[in-house]
């Protein structure tokens, strides 16, 4: 471990349901706020949320770390991947940093794996925020957007066409980083995890993220949405229809904004979720 000790992307460890757990904490005199990442290969904890951690931590206690399967937390035995383990695995982690309820923010795979919390142990959950979120079913296009994230095979060429997608703004589409994510998605036993996790046909993927669709009106938590207007992963047709389903639900949309939102507009994202979480209800 000490010549990982420099990698940005280790935090500290817990045991969380059994796995050796990496996450990263900022501040502590607020309320926790758990931030849970998406599904895109090479992604972790610290990728998806490095721009907004220490901005949060200065008023909530901030709480981001890696999911089954991604970034550096422990590779189940089996990789067995679900909605189900996932969501089991936050709580796990909750019990183990002792945080009895905590906002959620979810982005993409991430705000499905938040609502399915919310569904189902309620009094757990204070707040939701939800980003290009999955967690309702949508068609899925083949070879395009999602499929295309899910379908990765490693090679930079392939993780920089993905960037391509997730990202709006052309500046973050930089060899820099495709090399940096296809480093982290070959790492022993990554790969093998993510193409385990969606197979082909994907749209089995987005409906099993979509479990709990019909139990989403029973959601009385308040709810902040974010959607990139030219998001071409997860389309913005699904944080309209979880506008319409979620009772206490608002949404923001970003123009010039693709499935990146904490990164292209990270100032008025972090803002936006700071001001939504210590607000009083």
């Known amino acids: 471990m000490s010549t990982e ?5 280790i935090g500290k460890y817990i ?3 059994g796995v050796q757990t990496n996450y990263h904490e900022y501040g502590s005199g607020g309320e926790p706020v758990i931030l849970i990442h998406g599904s895109g290969p090479g992604v972790s904890a610290w990728s998806n949320w490095r721009l907004a951690l220490p901005y949060l931590g200065e008023r909530l206690h901030a709480f981001a770390y890696d999911q089954l399967g991604f970034g550096y937390s422990e590779l189940p035995e089996k990789n067995v991947y679900s909605l189900e383990g996932w969501t089991h695995h936050l709580f796990s982690f909750m019990d183990a940093v002792g945080v009895e309820q905590a906002h959620l923010v979810g982005n993409s795979m991430g705000a499905s794996v938040a609502l399915a919390a919310a569904v189902t142990h309620p ?3 204070k707040k939701l925020v939800l980003m290009g979120p999955m967690g309702v079913r949508f ?8 499929d295309a994230v899910w379908g990765y095979t490693p090679s930079v060429e392939n993780m920089k066409r993905l960037i391509d997608i997730f990202a709006y703004d052309r500046k973050l589409v930089t060899d820099a ?15 093998e995890a993510f193409s385990s996790m969606f197979p082909a046909p994907r749209q089995r993927g987005v409906d099993a993220l979509a479990a709990y669709e019909d139990r989403l009106s029973s959601v009385q938590h308040q709810a902040l949405i974010f959607h990139g207007r030219e998001d071409r992963v997860i389309p913005l047709s699904t944080s309209q229809k979880l506008l319409n389903i979620l009772p206490n639900a608002q949404l923001h949309i970003f123009g010039h904004c693709g499935h990146w939102t904490q990164t292209e507009h990270a100032a008025a994202f972090n803002r936006l979720v700071r001001d939504f979480l210590t607000e009083e209800e």
């Open 139 to 146: 068609p899925i296009v083949e070879g395009e957007g999602l």
């Open 177 to 191: 980083l495709a090399e940096q994510r296809y480093r982290a998605s070959i790492r022993p036993g990554m790969q």
């Open 15 to 17: 045991q969380a349901g």
């Open 5 to 9: 000790q420099k990698i940005p992307e």
């Open 123 to 125: 009094e757990r959950v």
